[in-house]
């Protein structure tokens, strides 16, 4: 999954800075002959570089300046405050990365845009000169081919948008979940941060489209979607993973403390020791009881508090190290949660 960004190389002199480490296989500059890029691997040698030149992006990756990239943001702001300034960002610090978007530092905002990694530059390629007199102007050409590279921009955009989210429903989708599990997995090893996995579907799914239609179990689709998007933290992520079943990734940021276990309900299906967070239960928990208070208009009078989910949690360490084996025994949970009434969410792990 690669970030397409685009410069303007058309008077063959464009100026890019790259801020902190370049590594290849995350940064990709080979699809942009004639664009000068400088990097500098210190905050203090870019902002030297921005006294002495003009560079038209200047690129930032997040992970670099830890977590709180928001003094160097500003400082690179001061010195170069017509460039335009990108944050390369891993998928599990794009919530960062949209809150640097809409800060600022007094008028200006931090940053530009964000792009996640692994990217790519891609340059508008310098104008042809030609030693032919130049021809007299057609009408509509130059507007009809203008028009044509506008469209194929956005058409680029939007592929690059479904590679990452669910047309139907908008949040992410299937690809997205598994990659960025991978990549919180990997920072959990390092971090001791804590990572559950949610997988659960809606109940009963199938009588819906056969009794009202397509149409009908999209907007519950869709309802599901918000609905859980609005029970989630804003780092934790909310995909679809196919048909009617749903994956969210709940995770710790690491500068916050450590949340409670849930360790008061003795009917608890984890022991004492279980690494399950109480937050997430509760998260889960809430967006259960707010699905059965759903009203379905489309459903008629008896819409309202049919919606029900079934779900699996597993967590990471305790009951897999690798994406696929958390996936294994959330749908493990999730299964159980169908064979014991629906309308539930079971936590892996033996009964107590």
Same mark, same amino acid.
């Given at each position: ?23 290849? @296989? ?31 992006? /200047? ?21 170069? #405050?017509?460039?335009? /300034?990108?944050?390369?960002?891993? *998928? $599990? ?31 508008? #390629? ?13 009408? %509509? ?11 194929? =921009? ?9 590679? *990452?989210?669910?047309? +139907?429903?908008?949040?992410?989708? =299937? ?6 599990? =991978? ?26 489209? @056969? ?15 918000? +609905?859980?998007?609005?029970?989630? =933290? ?8 196919? %048909? ?32 399950? #967070? ?12 707010? $699905? ?19 779900? %699996? $949690? ?6 897999? +190290? ?5 996936? +294994? ?5 999730? $299964? ?17």
């Amino acid at each position: 999954m690669r970030s397409r960004i685009t410069i303007n190389n058309e008077n063959g002199n464009t100026q890019v800075l790259i801020v902190g480490g370049l590594n290849g @296989d995350s940064i990709d500059t080979s699809a942009c002959p004639g664009v000068n890029f400088e990097n500098c691997p210190s905050l203090l040698d870019a902002i030297a570089a921005t006294e002495n030149n003009h560079f038209e992006i /200047i690129a930032v990756p997040m992970d670099d300046f830890g977590n709180e990239p928001a003094a160097a943001l500003k400082k690179i702001r001061q010195t170069a #405050p017509k460039s335009k /300034i990108l944050l390369l960002t891993q *998928m $599990l610090r794009e919530p960062d990365a949209i809150r640097f978007l809409n800060a600022n530092s007094g008028q200006a905002t931090l940053a530009d845009d964000y792009y996640i990694l692994p990217v790519s530059f891609c340059a508008k #390629p310098k104008a042809k000169e030609s030693s032919a007199p130049a021809s007299p102007p057609v009408a %509509g050409v130059g507007v009809t081919e203008s028009a044509e590279i506008l469209a194929m =921009r956005k058409r680029i955009e939007v592929l690059e948008k479904l590679a *990452m989210e669910d047309e +139907l429903t908008g949040v992410k989708n =299937r690809r997205f979940v598994k990659e960025f599990l =991978r990549q919180i997995i990997e920072r959990a090893k390092k971090m001791s941060l804590q990572v559950t996995l949610l997988v659960f579907d809606i109940d009963n799914f199938k009588n819906y489209n @056969d009794r009202f239609g397509h149409p009908v179990g999209d907007n519950i689709l869709k309802q599901a979607a918000v +609905l859980m998007q609005k029970c989630c =933290r804003r780092q934790d992520v909310v995909g679809r993973v196919g %048909g009617d079943e749903f994956a969210v990734v709940f995770w710790n940021i690491p500068q916050n403390k450590v949340i409670s276990f849930d360790v008061e309900n003795s009917q608890d299906r984890r022991s004492v020791v279980s690494e399950h #967070p109480k937050e997430v239960i509760n998260i889960c928990e809430r967006f259960r009881s707010e $699905l059965n208070k759903t009203d379905l208009p489309a459903l008629g009078a008896e819409g309202k508090g049919l919606l029900a989910i079934s779900g %699996g $949690l597993a967590t990471f360490p305790h009951d897999g +190290l690798t994406v696929e084996q958390l996936f +294994l025994q959330a749908d493990n949970g999730l $299964l159980e949660a169908k064979r014991n009434g629906k309308n539930r969410v079971y936590l892996v792990g033996d009964k107590k």
